[in-house]
C-alpha cells in the first residue's frame, strides 16, 4: 500500500452519498460524448506506445479504453462503484480484459515498480493532496515507466478566466465531484520528482472554466 493508511482510505472513499456518485456516473457516461470525439486524435497519439502493466487512475465509464492495445494487463482505480456499470459495458465491446480496484489515488494497493505505464485524464484536478499522489505514481512505476496524462488546468494568471477559476471554486467542487478548476498541475509534475516532464497547453472546446488543458508524458529514471 502507499502513503495513506488502509482506515483513511476508506473514508475517503465513503465521502460522497450514493446518489450523487450515481448522478455523476450517468452524467459521465452521457454528457461526454462531443469532447471525448474532439479530443480523439490527441489522445490516439498519447497512448500509442501502451505496452504490458498498465494502471489508469479514475477511468471513469472507460472512455480511454478504445485507445489500447487488446494485450495490456490494465489495472484501473475507480473509487466510484457507480461508474463500474459503464466501463465494464465499454470493456465487454471492445474484449478488453479489466480488474477494477476501489483506491484513491493517494493510497493505490498496487506493488513497487511494477506499472510499465500510468495514466490519468481529468483526474488530478479532483484528488485530495496532488503531490502524493504523484509520489504513489512514481512508486507503482518501473524504472523508465511512463505517466501519461490529458488535464484541465488554471489559466494563466492575472487573467479574467483565471479569477473566474478561483471565485467559482467553492461551487464547482460540489458540483463536479472534487475538481478543483484553478490547479497548476504542471508545476506540481515538475516538482516530483520525474527525470522528464514533456507537455504542451492548449485550450479544449469545452465550457471556459475547464477550457485550458495540458496533455503529455512524464518519465521515472531508470536504473
Known amino acids: 500500500m502507499g502513503t495513506l493508511t488502509r482506515s483513511k482510505a476508506e473514508s475517503k472513499l465513503q465521502q460522497s452519498p450514493d446518489w450523487y456518485q450515481r448522478i455523476f456516473a450517468w452524467i459521465m457516461a452521457h454528457g461526454t460524448a462531443k469532447y471525448e470525439a474532439e479530443m480523439s486524435d490527441r489522445k490516439q497519439a498519447l497512448f500509442a506506445d501502451l505496452h504490458g502493466n498498465v494502471l489508469e487512475i479514475g477511468p471513469g465509464t472507460g472512455p480511454n479504453l478504445r485507445y489500447y492495445p487488446s494485450d495490456i ?8 462503484p457507480f461508474m463500474d456499470f459503464y466501463l465494464k459495458q465499454e470493456a465487454d465491446r471492445l474484449g478488453l480484459k479489466i480488474d477494477i480496484h476501489r483506491d484513491t489515488a493517494e ?12 495514466v490519468s485524464t481529468l483526474v488530478l484536478c479532483s484528488v485530495d493532496n496532488l503531490e502524493r499522489t504523484l ?14 496524462f490529458l488535464e484541465h488546468v488554471a489559466a494563466p494568471k492575472q487573467t479574467w478566466l483565471r479569477r473566474v477559476q478561483h471565485w467559482i471554486r467553492p461551487a464547482w467542487k460540489i458540483l463536479g465531484d472534487g475538481c ?10 515538475e516538482n516530483a520528482g520525474f527525470e522528464r516532464v ?3 497547453h492548449f485550450r479544449a472546446p469545452v465550457p ?5 488543458q495540458i496533455i503529455g508524458v512524464a518519465l521515472k529514471r531508470g536504473n
Request: proline fraction near 8%.
Open 180 to 189: 478543483h478548476p484553478d490547479r497548476e498541475t504542471w508545476i506540481a509534475l
Open 208 to 212: 471556459a472554466i475547464v477550457s485550458p
Open 107 to 118: 493510497c493505490l494497493e498496487v506493488g513497487d515498480n511494477s506499472m510499465d505505464a500510468v
Open 135 to 148: 509520489q504513489e505514481i512514481l512508486r507503482v512505476l518501473k524504472p523508465g515507466g511512463r505517466f501519461y
Open 73 to 80: 494487463h490494465w489495472i484501473g482505480i475507480e473509487p466510484n
Open 198 to 200: 514533456e507537455y504542451q
